[in-house]
T-cell receptor, first 110, second 113 residues
Framework: DAKTTQPNSMESNEEEPVHLPCNHS???????IHWYRQLPSQGPEYVIH???SNVNNRMASLAIAEDRKSSTLILHRATLRDAAVYYC???????????FGQGTELSVKP | DSGVTQTPKHLITATGQRVTLRCSPR?????VYWYQQSLDQGLQFLIQ???????AKGNILERFSAQQFPDLHSELNLSSLELGDSALYFC????????????FGPGTRLLVL
């Protein structure tokens, strides 16, 4: 399974945008980029995913580099509730399982 | 609320014992996954079932086993428990066996004394 690299931690101020980077230089052509997050004392939850084009949903945006070797999860206005560990995960086309790395622990200051 | 339920929420037991963790997937989901989260290993995939059949295996110890029943609920059996088995165990479900979004339950916290 291809690996991802994320910063261990990031800080943000409430109501400001947050850009969470992820490097995946060994990504293959059929790997999808998925983001999950884990709020304190909860199970992980799906955030967003994409293959090549940038994606938007009600939670976040996903910007994918043209060469697909990196991506950025964008939270447009961070709230205190967004404090969580964010995981960037590559999933093969048939892949069911999620391979979690260390993730980025995001803290949000009021 | 993800729609995935796990019981029990907490479990305290002794080394050498056997426990069973239960998971009910979201209505309509055919795939069930089990993950273990410990402080030193992070979140690790254990095993996947799809419509009653084992689909994929990860870092699951031989002392651990799982099954998915005809009503699609799943059980994870942990036997000959060791101190190092203390962890959070999450169940997740998805509609299909592949790329679909996984919905996680609240987890079962296991403490082995």
């Amino acid at each position: 399974d291809a690996k991802t690299t994320q910063p261990n931690s990031m800080e943000s101020n409430e109501e400001e945008p947050v850009h969470l980077p992820c490097n995946h230089s060994t990504i293959s052509g059929t790997d999808y980029i998925h983001w999950y997050r884990q709020l304190p004392s909860q199970g992980p939850e799906y955030v967003i995913h994409g293959l090549t084009s940038n994606v938007n949903n009600r939670m976040a945006s996903l910007a994918i580099a043209e060469d697909r070797k990196s991506s950025t999860l964008i939270l447009h206005r961070a709230t205190l509730r967004d404090a969580a560990v964010y995981y960037c995960i590559l999933r093969a086309n048939q892949g069911g399982k999620l391979i979690f790395g260390q993730g980025t622990e995001l803290s949000v200051k009021p | 609320d993800s729609g995935v339920t796990q019981t029990p929420k907490h479990l305290i037991t002794a080394t050498g014992q056997r426990v069973t963790l239960r998971c009910s997937p979201r209505s309509g989901d055919l795939s069930v996954y089990w993950y273990q989260q410990s402080l030193d290993q992070g979140l690790q995939f254990l095993i996947q079932y799809y419509n009653g059949e084992e689909r994929a295996k990860g870092n699951i110890l031989e002392r651990f086993s799982a099954q998915q029943f005809p009503d699609l609920h799943s059980e994870l059996n942990l036997s000959s428990l060791e101190l190092g088995d203390s962890a959070l165990y999450f169940c997740a479900s998805s509609v299909g066996p592949g790329q679909e979004t996984q919905y996680f339950g609240p987890g079962t916290r296991l403490l082995v004394l």
